[in-house]
């Protein structure tokens, strides 16, 4: 099956500007999550949803960041306006919505704040 | 939240079998015992998850102590390849489940 796709692989940006990833996840899984990884750490989930609607957003910073999924499909994942500390790796997963199922990742959007 | 504690760091040789292991005291009788592993600069990648009995598949095998207190996972026979970042985290029931990575173990494996 093909993987989880996400783009852009890489992004470079200065502070106070925005910028959004997008993530394409396996056909037929309902469940959707975005991770932030910053460099030397696990990834840090930020958000879940559940085909279109949100499931957890706790650990979203809410002031700045975005998430749709509007048909239960693609999801977009903005930042508005970016900080330095933004920089770090942006995960997309997505997996079935049983316990008994792996996850699948993207490889990831490196994001850059200068 | 559901935790995990695994070493820092492992060191093995190539073409030798790896034991990762894992203690996750505060496990509940649902919740689901998934291991990930990270290889620089790539996206975490499922290996294998299992409930209560051991489970095998063509990446690796997982070895669950029978009161789920603990689990290890194993690799059979370590390449290079191997080399990553192994994650053990219990996947838990509720809707929000979302997987809370911890640091995980640095496997190093010598040619």
């Known amino acids: 099956e093909a993987g989880v796709a996400q783009s852009p692989r890489y992004k470079i940006i200065e502070k106070r500007q925005s910028v959004a990833f997008w993530c394409n996840p396996i056909?037929?899984?309902?469940?959707l999550y975005w991770y932030q990884q910053i460099l030397g750490q696990g990834p840090k989930l930020l958000i879940q949803?559940?085909?279109?609607?949100?499931?957890?957003d706790s650990q979203l910073p809410k002031d700045r960041f975005s998430a749709e999924r509007l048909k239960g499909v693609d999801s977009t994942l903005k930042i508005q306006p970016a900080k330095l500390e933004d920089s770090a790796v942006y995960l997309c997963?997505?997996?079935?919505?049983?316990?008994?199922?792996?996850?699948?990742f993207g490889s990831g959007t490196r994001l850059t704040v200068v | 939240d559901a935790k995990t504690t695994q070493p820092n760091s492992m060191e093995s040789n190539e073409e030798e079998p790896v034991h990762l292991p894992c203690n996750h005291s505060?496990?509940?009788?649902?919740?689901?015992i998934h291991w990930y592993r990270q290889l620089p600069s790539q996206g975490p990648e499922y290996v294998i998850h299992?409930?209560?009995s051991n489970v095998n598949n063509r990446m690796a095998s997982l070895a669950i102590a029978e009161d789920r207190k603990s689990s290890t996972l194993i690799l059979h026979r370590a390449t290079l390849r191997d080399a990553a970042v192994y994650y053990c985290?219990?996947?838990?029931?509720?809707?929000?489940?979302?997987?809370?990575f911890g640091k995980g173990t640095h496997l190093i494996i010598q040619p």
């Open positions: 299992g409930l209560t």
């Open positions: 997963a997505s997996s079935l919505s049983t316990l008994n199922y792996g996850y699948t």
């Open positions: 949803f559940q085909n279109n609607g949100v499931v957890d």
């Open positions: 985290i219990l996947r838990v029931g509720g809707g929000a489940d979302g997987l809370t």
């Open positions: 056909s037929g899984h309902a469940t």
């Open positions: 505060t496990i509940s009788g649902t919740d689901y």
